[in-house]
């Protein structure tokens, strides 16, 4: 340590100011996992807050304010009372992390650019036999508040433990407090029995025996298009399938789900009950045959919703697409690739997980995306570039650095 002080001479200044600083203490004393923390670690956390950032660095590591990777992976954020959350998957080192080991980790922020390590807000379960034993598949958690029930209630894709990604399931778990604690409450396929608003004729019609119980979620498995398979009608009574999903919540606090359905070929948006825990029965179904994966929704100041999706190509990065409406139930109209410029043909090597609105910025959105690394699963990368418009199409560009 005496050396490491006299061979750095701007860090002990930093330490200094950090020490003397009761409003940078307060900072780091204030995430859960510093507590936990011993002196010498402390210590050098506090250097590491004194190194603010101002600006997005897309696809760089990105580290928290204690010098921490930020590891919230295909996540989502919730902005309440002056604060953003940023909540994602938390992975670990090398293929395992392909798996929930720990659960969904949960960051504060108010400027968006130096996130708090709040902890994780969702833990794995230690039990074998629950949902969300570790070792599932815990995958894209995002989070909104309800006004009515005062709780915040936290969706995320499952998959149980050692069976693929066959299940299919949607996850909920309720908290008083947005950072958590979250308590697992269900898992379960979306809309059982129900019918979705544009259901077709057919779909109505006894399933045929030669549709298989499940199929290989990709683009070529379908022996033919899902409209003329009729998968729906297939899945009608245990609900229907539930892979990459998000939320989106309306002007008017009705809630909406948004998940890859029908083997992936088929997006399926639902509205949520008022309580946000449960499906209203309403939902519809939309992009048949383009299995659309990473949708994230929003919505401008004139009133239109955008779509953002990716391609279904499993970790790799594909051509993002976008498609207007003006309303949820469509009819939806695909805009193309957003992503414009050199390497938009991956998304700058990406996948969208969430569209940000920034707070007090009128139609001010961020795309958010992951850089996924399936055999590091630990660094995975997340790419943050602001949208633009023209002529009622949002795109977006590259950028080594930027600023709101
Ligand atoms: C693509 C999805 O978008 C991810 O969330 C993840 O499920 C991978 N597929 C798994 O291959």
Redesign the pocket.
């Known amino acids: 340590m005496k050396s490491f002080f006299k061979s750095s001479i701007p860090v002990a200044f930093l330490l200094l100011v950090a020490i003397q600083s009761p409003a940078k203490v307060k900072i780091v004393m204030s995430g859960n996992s510093i507590a936990k923390k011993d002196s010498t670690n402390e210590s050098l956390k506090l250097i590491s807050q004194a190194k603010r950032l101002s600006s997005f660095l897309p696809g760089q590591i990105w580290n928290d304010t204690d010098g921490v990777p930020v590891n919230a992976h295909?996540g989502g954020i919730l902005y309440h009372e002056g604060s953003y959350y940023w909540y994602g998957e938390h992975k670990v080192a090398g293929t395992l992390g392909n798996t929930a080991q720990v659960g969904v980790h949960v960051y504060s922020s108010k400027d968006l650019y130096n996130w708090n390590d709040e902890g994780i807000a969702l833990k794995v379960s230690d039990d074998p036999k629950s949902d969300i034993a570790k070792g599932c598949v815990l995958?894209?958690p995002k989070v909104i508040y309800n006004q009515k029930t005062n709780k915040f209630v936290m969706w995320f894709h499952l998959e149980l433990k050692d069976q693929g990604y066959n299940a299919a399931l949607s996850g909920v778990a309720v908290s008083d407090y947005p950072a958590g604690p979250f308590t697992f409450i269900r898992s379960f396929r979306p809309n059982t029995g129900c019918w979705p608003v544009n259901v077709q004729k057919f779909h109505k019609r006894p399933v045929s025996d030669t549709i298989k119980s499940a199929y290989c979620g990709g683009k070529d498995c379908l022996p033919a298009h899902p409209d003329t398979l009729n998968l729906l009608g297939r899945d009608f009574k245990k609900g229907q399938m539930a892979?990459?999903m998000n939320l989106f919540v309306d002007d008017d606090g009705k809630a909406y789900h948004i998940y890859s359905s029908e083997e992936n070929s088929t997006l399926h948006i639902s509205q949520l009950s008022d309580d946000y825990l449960s499906f209203s029965g309403k939902y519809g179904r939309f992009f048949s045959n383009r299995y659309m994966?990473?949708a994230a929704m929003f919505k401008t100041t004139k009133g239109k919703y955008y779509l953002i999706a990716s391609d279904c190509t499993?970790?790799d990065p594909n051509a993002a697409r976008s498609a207007v409406a003006e309303s949820i139930w469509g009819p939806w109209k695909e805009l193309g690739n957003p992503a414009i410029g050199k390497d938009s043909a991956s998304t700058f090597h990406s996948?969208s997980t969430y569209i940000l609105s920034v707070s007090g910025k009128k139609d001010s959105f961020i795309f958010m995306g992951d850089r996924w690394d399936p055999n590091n699963a630990i660094d995975g990368r997340y790419v943050w570039l602001p949208f633009e418009f023209k002529g009622g199409k949002p795109y977006f560009k590259w950028a080594d650095e930027w600023k709101l």
């Open positions: 295909g995958e894209r892979r990459d994966e990473g499993g970790w996948q």
